[in-house]
């Protein structure tokens, strides 16, 4: 009976699933470039073929086209534009393609001159009672900048475990990707009443998003990101979400502590890429450094 329980709990994503996620995904870049409209004097952040189009800064993970395959192919005029925009500003056009849309999408940016540069992966799990951890709480509003501060430290020294990351972003970049992530909650784990890592997450439309979780070095292999998957699938249920997703590297230290938490590999994404060899993916925010 537990085996059979088990196999019941676990999550499969169908079309609808990750067009449902990639929806969220577009939610979030559109609610992080208005973040930080205030600071830019250009960029824009635009529907593109049920997905979306956004130019930030030239090293912003949120310069990216992504979410799309689920809402037709773009036409080549939208694409045109949104290409010259990204040249003007030095950056190359990545897109993050779902291998659960519509192939006509993929072929469409190859026949365009895209490479396949890396992947991402996406797991989720349905969200039921778990226990809010003791070593983890929310980040009070004073904290902010040392929170930010840790994350972006702690995401800087790559992990040695799994397949190395193929971002590479400069610090104070990423410090302001993390101040412009919108709508989330913050979470602190404490160990020997220091901080030791950090983590988020934002729930659209039912969907819990993992986001910007890291470990400071000296505390890693010590259970901290665990704690931070807990408090937050306890979080999300409580906040009323049915589903918690989040990205990592594939073959990664993250995604072997998602799987740990009851995470299935719902779906990977495709990093196609135009131009300048390009480093940024949303993954830059919300992939695990354990």
């Known amino acids: 009976m537990g085996g059979d ?23 979030l870049i559109a609610s992080c470039h208005e973040a930080g409209r205030a600071r830019r004097t250009a960029g824009f952040a635009r529907p593109l073929a049920g997905g979306i189009a956004s130019l930030a800064e030239a090293d912003s993970p949120f310069t990216k086209i992504a979410a799309l395959g689920f809402g037709g192919v773009p036409s080549a005029t939208e694409l045109d534009e949104i290409e010259q925009s990204f040249a003007e500003l030095g950056a190359p056009v990545q897109v993050e393609l779902c291998q659960l849309a519509d192939s006509a999408v993929g072929l469409f940016f190859t026949e365009r001159g895209y490479r396949l540069e890396s992947f991402e992966n996406v797991l989720g799990r349905r969200l039921g009672d778990t226990d809010f951890p003791e070593d983890v709480r929310l980040c009070r509003d004073d904290e902010l900048e040392r929170w930010l501060a840790m994350v972006a430290d702690a995401s800087a020294v790559a992990d040695t475990e799994g397949l190395p990351s193929h971002d590479d972003f400069p610090r104070e970049a990423l410090v302001r990707a993390l101040r412009d992530m919108a709508g989330v909650r913050r979470y602190v784990a404490v160990r020997d009443g220091e901080f030791a890592g950090g983590a988020s997450f934002r729930a659209t439309d039912g969907i819990a998003q993992f986001t910007g979780a890291a470990t400071l070095p000296a505390h890693r292999r010590r259970g901290v990101q665990t704690a931070l998957l807990r408090a937050r699938l306890a979080a999300a249920a409580e906040a009323g979400c049915d589903v918690a997703v989040v990205t990592t590297q594939p073959g990664s230290k993250s995604h072997q502590n998602a799987q740990r938490q009851g995470f299935d590999l719902l779906y990977t994404r495709a990093i196609l890429v135009k131009g300048t060899s390009a480093t940024s993916s949303s993954g830059a925010v919300s992939r695990q450094a354990s």
């Open 5 to 27: 329980r088990l196999f019941c709990d676990r999550l499969f994503c169908d079309t609808a699933l990750a067009a449902r996620i990639e929806r969220a995904e577009a939610r």
